[in-house]
């Protein structure tokens, strides 16, 4: 097995040798890492590999059992929950979609915190996702499966992290809505400098936007390095995932 241990002072955020397990099964184990900072890092391995949970660590929702997360080389232990998850959004395949239109779908994170969202912000938010400001009070249900993704991609900059992570986002999208989404995640990435982690099963995706790339099976961090590393990787276990997917 090969782990990523390479430490750079340009990492958004470091896994060190983080294990974790639930209800006796270890399901990420001994997990050394990071995402480079202000790059597309993408996520690659076959189903039940641990990608899901270690977005869920890095995000605050479950903590390891063993080792240590930092952002920014701070500890996320010592990072109040609520602060955690401004800095590191996600975005998910089948976001939670309220009842009503864009804008208040948009305003939920505000309103988890008590706030309002300005009009302008919201129309501001929408242009930067590639929808017309008179998408604004459209009910929800209304919208393209392309569409809502966008919406949620909009909500989750609503807090303007600095990391953001993608969880499958376009898997259920056709060829053109999923062009489109690669497009805009690319602009984000280039023109906010935000970093950037994509779980994808989709080799052809992962070496088309990836700048760097994480390579799981079974729990483990099999091999990780620039994206190319898909193409060129001795690992035997890496050579035959990677065949498999591409036959």
């Known amino acids: 097995m090969q782990q990523a241990t390479e430490q750079t002072d340009k990492s958004a955020m470091e896994l060190d040798h983080v294990s974790y397990s639930d209800e006796g099964?270890?399901?990420i184990k001994d997990v050394s890492g990071f995402l480079p900072n202000g790059k597309i890092t993408t996520f690659i391995g076959p189903s039940g590999a641990g990608k899901t949970t270690i977005f869920r660590l890095l995000n605050?929702?479950?903590s390891p059992?063993?080792?240590?997360i930092r952002l920014f080389g701070e500890s996320i232990q010592a990072i109040k929950p609520t602060a955690l998850r401004r800095t590191v959004g996600i975005a998910l395949q089948d976001a939670t979609m309220l009842h009503g239109t864009v804008y208040k779908n948009l305003a939920m994170p505000k309103t988890l915190q008590n706030q309002e969202l300005a009009k302008e912000e919201a129309e501001h938010l929408l242009t930067q996702v590639g929808l017309d400001a008179?998408?604004?009070y459209r009910d929800?249900?209304?919208l393209s499966s392309g569409q809502?993704?966008?919406?949620?991609?909009a909500r989750t900059l609503v807090n303007r992290p600095?990391?953001?992570l993608l969880d499958e986002i376009t898997s259920s999208l056709d060829r053109v809505s999923t062009a489109d989404i690669e497009h805009l995640i690319q602009n984000i990435n280039q023109q906010f400098t935000v970093t950037i982690a994509w779980i994808t099963h989709n080799l052809e995706q992962a070496l088309h936007i990836g700048d760097y790339t994480w390579i799981m099976m079974n729990g483990e961090l099999i091999e990780a390095g620039e994206t190319e590393v898909l193409k060129n990787s001795t690992n035997p276990r890496v050579q035959e995932?990677?065949?498999g997917e591409w036959q």
């Open 148 to 153: 809502r993704q966008k919406v949620s991609i």
């Open 241 to 243: 995932f990677v065949k």
């Open 65 to 68: 059992n063993k080792g240590d």
């Open 60 to 62: 605050g929702l479950i």
């Open 25 to 27: 099964l270890d399901i």
């Open 162 to 164: 600095k990391i953001l």
């Open 140 to 142: 929800i249900t209304d």
């Open 134 to 136: 008179s998408f604004l």
